[in-house]
């Protein structure tokens, strides 16, 4: 075959393989991750964006072991989890991923009050989203509106020329990317702990590897869904990247704290002028509705997984209680603690990506355990260089989890 | 009603009723049809079923392949079309034809697995579906999985009978 004409069929292939790790990547820059990366370059500049560097890296490491896990077992994650290690081991997961995904949700919908407050009040505009987006999930009518909420919540793309026109000290940028210094107080740890958290979040990895089955891809496609990974992956770094150079060139010049939406949008004025908040409002709910739309959806696909009984969005009440019952308590849940008088939305936004972290690690343990082991993958386990970078990240969170734990800040 | 999982919380005894562990492992024969539990693994070694005494070096392995917890416990069932229609969440046992132990059936659903959690009265409460052994077959080119001849999906079928129980219009 001519290059030209193999080189061609090389990218349809991969235009047909790619999805799973663009939109786990991306989605990665939802209400929560903004909120971290706007607070981690409003309080500390550019001094922790190396941080931002190694979750990336993370992230590149652990979604191509889920989306391989995916692809070369056809299962999900609490799945494999119960096959390898048995009911009550997938039962723990589930919870972990449960309580992560709960705080998770909370942040997604604390992102819709914060980005229409204070023009319609919370206790209005967070129980219509819910109402709205389990409709339109669970009428089926969500694939309709998923590429509209893509398209908003892409407003955050617009942080990159924000960074630009804000004259960051490049070198100061630079230093702050590839010199790892942070300050020793327990809120900067903490705000490490919270970018981890948020970049590899718990359930990225579930939805990458439910994602590749549901596609159908096989261990054929591996090759260019590595490439999906590492393409999302780093999207989502260096719009992470920008927005935590953003903030430290305007917000933290003028010492500018975090404390509301309104707060954070402040790093688009260089952008927008006075359109910033409206701005970044927009994309803060699109964001939002997005992310809040896939992640209740995602942990009941887990749930019914792990208790094999699993469902369909066509099917009804009566055949699938568990699904529903599952659905509908997260989201309950989420919208009832966002909605308990003067709760701090930011605060919810940021601390609930910190306890992704914690929650990570038990996931990211089985993952990696799953990923090395030869009776389930085959050819297509873990190698020594793919397994020393796994449990290499799994070592840096644990010693930034429990030096924060020890600190007593979670 | 025998199940694997029950069997293995019981103490495995040798000849003399000494308590010699916990089997954590069921080893059966797969080319036997259904296939005939030949022995156990109790504390990381192999005992042959029937003898109830640990084997020492020297001594026959029990035939067999098909490791109970290992390769059928919680593996995914598929339906012919390869739809998934759960997860083996109990292993029932029975007796052969000359008194052998055989996996008779497979039990999916929530039952199984909330028993096994310790929640026994929502178990007693939840659904679950029986396989007979000789309508699942390993999935040829996939480790963890069977498929099941299911043509009347449980589900689907207690759905026809409450439509039938209407009274005609």
């Given at each position: 075959m001519p290059v030209a004409a193999r080189r061609g069929s090389a990218l349809v292939v991969l235009a047909a393989v790619a999805g799973p790790g663009l939109l786990a990547g991306l989605s990665d820059d939802d209400a929560p991750g903004i909120t971290t990366y706007s607070i981690i370059g409003a309080d500390y500049g550019y001094q922790l964006l190396w941080v931002l560097a190694l979750s990336t890296l993370a992230l590149i490491v652990f979604h191509e072991v889920g989306a391989r896990v995916g692809l070369v077992t056809g299962q999900g994650l609490t799945g494999m989890i119960r096959d390898r290690y048995g009911v009550r081991a997938a039962a723990f997961a589930v919870l972990a991923l449960v309580v992560a995904n709960v705080g998770t949700t909370c942040g997604e919908f604390a992102g819709v009050a914060a980005s229409l407050e204070p023009a319609v009040p919370r206790w209005i505009s967070v129980p219509v989203a819910a109402a709205g987006v389990s409709l339109l999930v669970l009428r089926g009518s969500f694939h309709r509106i998923e590429h509209i909420l893509l398209v908003l919540s892409t407003?955050?793309?617009t942080y990159l020329v924000s960074a630009v026109l804000a004259h960051p000290d490049w070198s100061a940028a630079g230093r702050g990317l590839v010199v790892p210094s942070i300050p020793l107080t327990g809120s900067a740890l903490l705000a490490a702990t919270a970018c981890l958290g948020t970049t590899l979040a718990p359930w990225g990895l579930a939805f990458i590897q439910s994602y590749a089955v549901d596609k159908r891809?096989?261990?054929?496609d591996l090759p260019y869904e590595r490439i999906d990974v590492c393409v999302g992956a780093i999207m989502t770094g260096v719009i992470g990247a920008a927005v935590v150079i953003a903030c430290a060139a305007t917000l933290h010049q003028s010492g500018t704290s975090i404390k509301d939406a309104s707060d954070a949008a402040g790093a688009l004025r260089p952008l927008a002028g006075d359109l910033a908040s409206s701005l970044f409002a927009a994309g803060l709910l699109g964001a939002s509705l997005l992310a809040a739309s896939i992640l209740p959806l995602s942990t009941a696909y887990s749930v019914c997984e792990a208790l094999g009984d699993e469902a369909a969005l066509d099917d009804p009440f009566s055949d699938a209680p568990t699904f529903y019952i599952s659905y509908a308590v997260i989201v309950c849940v989420a919208v009832a603690i966002v909605l308990i008088?003067?709760?701090?939305l930011v605060q919810i936004l940021f601390l609930s990506q910190a306890l992704n972290a914690v929650l990570l690690l038990p996931l990211l343990v089985f993952i990696a355990r799953i990923a090395a082991d030869t009776q389930v993958m085959g050819r297509h386990a873990s190698g020594r260089f793919a397994s020393a970078a796994a449990w290499g990240t799994i070592v840096l969170i644990g010693v930034c989890v429990s030096t924060t734990l020890a600190l007593g800040l979670l | 009603m025998l199940t694997l999982t029950a069997l293995l919380h019981e103490p495995v005894l040798d000849v003399e009723g000494r308590p010699i562990g916990h089997a954590r492992e069921l080893i059966a024969d797969a080319g036997a049809s259904p296939p005939v539990v030949t022995g156990m693994i109790v504390g990381g070694r192999r005992v042959a079923l029937g003898t109830a005494t640990p084997l020492t070096a020297g001594d026959a392995v029990p035939r067999g392949d098909l490791l109970l917890v290992r390769d059928l416990l919680d593996v995914q069932v598929l339906d012919r079309s390869g739809r998934h229609r759960g997860r083996v969440g109990e292993v029932e046992l029975g007796r052969g034809s000359e008194g052998a132990l055989v996996v008779s059936a497979v039990e999916t659903g929530l039952r199984p697995v909330l028993a096994r959690l310790g929640l026994r009265r929502l178990a007693r409460r939840a659904p679950a579906d029986r396989i007979p052994w000789a309508h699942l077959h390993p999935q040829v080119g996939r480790a963890h999985a069977f498929s099941a001849?299911?043509?009347?999906?449980p589900r689907r079928f207690h759905r026809v009978m409450r439509a039938r129980r209407r009274p005609p219009r």
């Amino acid at each position: 075959m001519p290059v030209a004409a193999r080189r061609g069929s090389a990218l349809v292939v991969l235009a047909a393989v790619a999805g799973p790790g663009l939109l786990a990547g991306l989605s990665d820059d939802d209400a929560p991750g903004i909120t971290t990366y706007s607070i981690i370059g409003a309080d500390y500049g550019y001094q922790l964006l190396w941080v931002l560097a190694l979750s990336t890296l993370a992230l590149i490491v652990f979604h191509e072991v889920g989306a391989r896990v995916g692809l070369v077992t056809g299962q999900g994650l609490t799945g494999m989890i119960r096959d390898r290690y048995g009911v009550r081991a997938a039962a723990f997961a589930v919870l972990a991923l449960v309580v992560a995904n709960v705080g998770t949700t909370c942040g997604e919908f604390a992102g819709v009050a914060a980005s229409l407050e204070p023009a319609v009040p919370r206790w209005i505009s967070v129980p219509v989203a819910a109402a709205g987006v389990s409709l339109l999930v669970l009428r089926g009518s969500f694939h309709r509106i998923e590429h509209i909420l893509l398209v908003l919540s892409t407003v955050f793309a617009t942080y990159l020329v924000s960074a630009v026109l804000a004259h960051p000290d490049w070198s100061a940028a630079g230093r702050g990317l590839v010199v790892p210094s942070i300050p020793l107080t327990g809120s900067a740890l903490l705000a490490a702990t919270a970018c981890l958290g948020t970049t590899l979040a718990p359930w990225g990895l579930a939805f990458i590897q439910s994602y590749a089955v549901d596609k159908r891809l096989t261990p054929d496609d591996l090759p260019y869904e590595r490439i999906d990974v590492c393409v999302g992956a780093i999207m989502t770094g260096v719009i992470g990247a920008a927005v935590v150079i953003a903030c430290a060139a305007t917000l933290h010049q003028s010492g500018t704290s975090i404390k509301d939406a309104s707060d954070a949008a402040g790093a688009l004025r260089p952008l927008a002028g006075d359109l910033a908040s409206s701005l970044f409002a927009a994309g803060l709910l699109g964001a939002s509705l997005l992310a809040a739309s896939i992640l209740p959806l995602s942990t009941a696909y887990s749930v019914c997984e792990a208790l094999g009984d699993e469902a369909a969005l066509d099917d009804p009440f009566s055949d699938a209680p568990t699904f529903y019952i599952s659905y509908a308590v997260i989201v309950c849940v989420a919208v009832a603690i966002v909605l308990i008088p003067g709760a701090p939305l930011v605060q919810i936004l940021f601390l609930s990506q910190a306890l992704n972290a914690v929650l990570l690690l038990p996931l990211l343990v089985f993952i990696a355990r799953i990923a090395a082991d030869t009776q389930v993958m085959g050819r297509h386990a873990s190698g020594r260089f793919a397994s020393a970078a796994a449990w290499g990240t799994i070592v840096l969170i644990g010693v930034c989890v429990s030096t924060t734990l020890a600190l007593g800040l979670l | 009603m025998l199940t694997l999982t029950a069997l293995l919380h019981e103490p495995v005894l040798d000849v003399e009723g000494r308590p010699i562990g916990h089997a954590r492992e069921l080893i059966a024969d797969a080319g036997a049809s259904p296939p005939v539990v030949t022995g156990m693994i109790v504390g990381g070694r192999r005992v042959a079923l029937g003898t109830a005494t640990p084997l020492t070096a020297g001594d026959a392995v029990p035939r067999g392949d098909l490791l109970l917890v290992r390769d059928l416990l919680d593996v995914q069932v598929l339906d012919r079309s390869g739809r998934h229609r759960g997860r083996v969440g109990e292993v029932e046992l029975g007796r052969g034809s000359e008194g052998a132990l055989v996996v008779s059936a497979v039990e999916t659903g929530l039952r199984p697995v909330l028993a096994r959690l310790g929640l026994r009265r929502l178990a007693r409460r939840a659904p679950a579906d029986r396989i007979p052994w000789a309508h699942l077959h390993p999935q040829v080119g996939r480790a963890h999985a069977f498929s099941a001849e299911l043509h009347d999906p449980p589900r689907r079928f207690h759905r026809v009978m409450r439509a039938r129980r209407r009274p005609p219009r």
